[in-house]
């Protein structure tokens, strides 16, 4: 058996991401936080971390995942806050991961704006808000923004099991 892998994830909202990541199996954990990289992406930006198990579930997938789940390919006036960007490890993973974005960029036809950014330091966030969707499905901003992207990434599951 693999061992397990880690990658930080920043997109939008931190609630999105952690409830996306939360449902697709072989995702052993998700931490909700903040991440920050070197300079100039040093300051904390609202992201996950993950522990994922690559016998169970693709790293491409994930990144696929992620990309489709967030505004990967548009600039807007807070990304310092919600910036678009996966963290990696080490190099060896900094290489796999550009070489799954090119290939997705190709597969999709588009443009990316994510960045990717050596992983610094993470702080988790405050109790109270972690596992938000988990523990408050009906408030409306489950309702309005992170239930259509577990619909997409359902879709997106089925679509991947049935090998298109």
């Not at 920050?36 to 992406?41: D, G, N, Q, R, T």
């Not at 995942?65 to 990967?72: F, I, R, Y």
């Not at 408030?139 to 997106?156: G, H, N, S, T, W």
Request: proline share 4%.
């Amino acid at each position: 058996m693999k061992r397990s892998k880690h990658i930080g994830l920043g997109g939008g909202c931190h609630w999105c991401t952690e409830a996306v990541f939360q449902q697709l199996e072989g995702v052993l954990e998700v931490k909700q936080g903040y991440i920050a990289s070197k300079i100039p992406a040093d300051s904390w930006s609202e992201g996950i971390l993950l522990e994922y198990n690559p016998s169970v579930i693709s790293l491409e997938f994930l990144i696929d995942v992620h990309l489709e789940t967030h505004a990967s390919t548009v600039f807007h006036h807070r990304r310092e806050e919600y910036r678009s960007a996966i963290y990696f490890y080490n190099q060896d993973q900094c290489s796999e991961v550009e070489v799954i974005m090119s290939s997705l960029s190709r597969k999709r036809n588009k443009s990316y704006i994510t960045q990717l950014l050596p992983f610094v330091k993470f702080k988790e966030s405050r109790e109270s808000i972690r596992d938000y969707y988990r523990t408050r499905p009906e408030a409306p901003f489950c309702k309005r923004y992170i239930e259509p992207k577990l619909a997409l990434v359902q879709q997106m599951n089925s679509k991947s099991k049935r090998g298109l």
